[in-house]
């Protein structure tokens, strides 16, 4: 097969896997096999691409191949069913595969209720550990391996393949329905649905691996369920608060590659690329959800933050000493390692490398970062502007080796290679984006 060819069929499956699935969901009602449906449309656009070419609408493709292997699914399952049944009760001229044909293109076609966002809400069952939940989702409304859900949360593949085999089995096993929970399951579920929308974004904003730095139709399609879910629940201020975050975070996307393709971290992007509408309208977001009774949480203290940078026309104005203080409190109500990882950067630029430093070294010595790729970027950062630029070189060819991102890794071995230099500008920057 052709590099061309495979990259046509993973581009298409990346953009179509999430709403093909979703659509085989509610058809069969089993999650399990919508996505084994979807992976057998795959596997045939394999096997058949190579020798008669790419289709000119390789999605419509995709999407009638699945259907008909619904459609043969749907009729082993009927015959079996009826296998006891007297032939002669068949009705002359009823043809079982066009009825179910005309069942599923009604399902497939229909726009009027959402798929995906009825397929989250049904992945994030109580049924299921929240870890399960998020694995499962991103598994098949991302199209994302389990490499790559590993990587954004920090464990195995091995760990990560076995949440999501026992999500699929505990949604079979306890007869799941397809369907968008009522009220009170909603806000129950609301949580984890949340979670993993933050996910999708994360993962389209700052690819975990792959040749590309980003894949903007996953920030496109979190933004779209993100806004689709404000106007579900209103009233909930961390719904506004993602939105939010999402919406200021995606302003940046023009800017945070070059003329080649190239990475630009955040202190280097010429933020007149920054998209004002995007953010007015994150900012917009964030007023709401700090308007409303109720508390705010993690995804609104992390709009606040993203607003911190969004307000400074040039890096040289960001209020540091704010967003380290935001930190604070975000690590309070949502502890992770990775936002003691942000709050050392903050607090080295608010406060001194060496004050980001100890705060980094704390994290670190309770085991929490690990081999983790930014972590030793960050530490070469705050090393750099320290003056130790031999050390911060180690970090950064570290922080290269670990990361399966290719636009990461060449930021991270050209901050090496600069460090290593015998005259280093001491212009220095955290590696943000």
């Not at 993690?298 to 540091?320: G, K, V």
């Amino acid at each position: 097969m052709s590099t061309a060819t495979r990259e046509a069929v993973e581009a298409v499956w990346r953009i179509e896997s999430a709403r093909l699935i979703a659509g085989l969901a509610r058809v069969t009602g089993d999650l399990g096999l919508a996505e084994e449906l979807a992976q057998d449309a795959l596997v045939t656009a394999l096997e058949q691409w190579p020798s008669g070419g790419i289709p000119a609408n390789p999605a419509g493709w995709l999407m009638t191949t699945a259907k008909r292997l619904a459609i043969d699914a749907h009729r082993r399952r009927i015959v079996y069913q009826r296998k006891l049944e007297t032939i002669g009760r068949a009705q002359p001229g009823h043809d079982l595969a066009d009825e179910i044909g005309r069942a599923i293109d009604d399902a497939l076609d229909d726009h009027i209720g959402d798929d995906l966002l009825r397929l989250i809400f049904t992945a994030a069952h109580p049924a299921l550990s929240t870890e399960s939940r998020v694995a499962l989702t991103l598994r098949c409304l991302c199209g994302l391996s389990t490499q790559e859900i590993g990587r954004a949360y920090l464990v195995s593949t091995a760990t990560a393949a076995a949440r999501i085999v026992r999500a699929k089995r505990t949604l079979a096993a306890q007869s799941v329905r397809f369907e968008l929970p009522d009220p009170a399951a909603m806000a129950d579920r609301l949580a984890s649905v949340l979670e993993v929308i933050y996910l999708i974004f994360n993962e389209g904003y700052s690819a975990s691996s792959g040749d590309d730095w980003m894949r903007p139709a996953l920030c496109e399609e979190a933004l779209r369920l993100g806004r689709v879910l404000a106007g579900m629940v209103p009233d909930e201020p961390e719904v506004h608060g993602l939105v939010a975050l999402m919406e200021i975070q995606a302003s940046r996307t023009a800017a945070r590659t070059g003329r080649e393709g190239e990475p630009v971290l955040l202190a280097d992007q010429d933020r007149r690329a920054w998209d004002r509408l995007l953010i007015r309208r994150g900012l917009a977001a964030l007023q709401r959800a700090e308007s409303l009774s109720k508390p705010i949480g993690p995804y609104t203290l992390q709009a606040a933050i993203a607003a911190c940078h969004a307000r400074a026309t040039r890096a040289q104005d960001t209020d540091w000493a704010r967003i380290a203080s935001l930190y604070v409190v975000l690590a309070h109500v949502w502890p992770s390692p990775v936002v003691e990882l942000n709050r050392a950067v903050a607090v080295g630029m608010a406060d001194g490398p060496a004050a980001g430093l100890a705060v980094l070294d704390a994290a670190v010595n309770r085991g929490e970062l690990g081999d983790y790729p930014l972590a030793h970027a960050v530490r070469g950062d705050l090393l750099a502007r320290s003056g130790n630029h031999g050390e911060a070189a180690q970090h950064f060819h570290r922080a290269a080796e670990l990361t399966r991102n290719a636009g990461e890794r060449k930021v991270f071995t050209r901050r090496a290679a600069e460090l290593a230099a015998p005259e280093v500008s001491a212009g220095c920057r955290p590696p943000g984006s």
